[in-house]
C-alpha cells in the first residue's frame, strides 16, 4: 500500500475514549465530561450508543490545547 494512502487512513482512524484516555493520561469520565461540555476534540457517534474520535480532530484539539496554555501564566 501506497506511504500517502496509508497516511490518509491513520489520520482517519476512528479512537475510542479508551485510548484518548490512555493518550492524554486522563480518565475515560473527564473526557466524557469534557464532551458534555463541549471542550474536547470533535466527535462522531456511530448508533445510538457509540461515541468515536478521528485521529486528526484528537490531533487538532491537543495541539489547540498546547497553545492556549503556552506562555499565560
Given amino acids: 500500500m501506497p ?3 496509508r497516511a490518509i487512513r ?3 482512524e476512528l479512537l475510542t475514549y479508551q485510548y484518548l484516555a490512555e493518550l492524554t493520561g486522563e480518565s475515560i469520565i473527564t ?3 469534557r464532551k458534555m461540555l463541549g ?3 470533535r466527535y462522531l ?3 445510538k450508543h ?3 474520535f478521528r485521529r486528526r480532530d ?3 484539539w491537543l495541539e ?3 497553545n492556549r496554555g503556552s506562555g499565560a501564566r
Avoid: E, F, M, Y
Wanted: a positive charge; aromatic letters at 0%; charged letters at 20%.
Fill in 3 to 5: 506511504t500517502k494512502i
Fill in 10 to 12: 491513520q489520520i482517519n
Fill in 31 to 33: 473526557h466524557r465530561r
Fill in 39 to 41: 471542550q474536547g476534540p
Fill in 45 to 47: 457517534r456511530i448508533g
Fill in 50 to 52: 457509540h461515541i468515536r
Fill in 58 to 60: 484528537v490531533l487538532a
Fill in 64 to 66: 489547540s490545547c498546547a
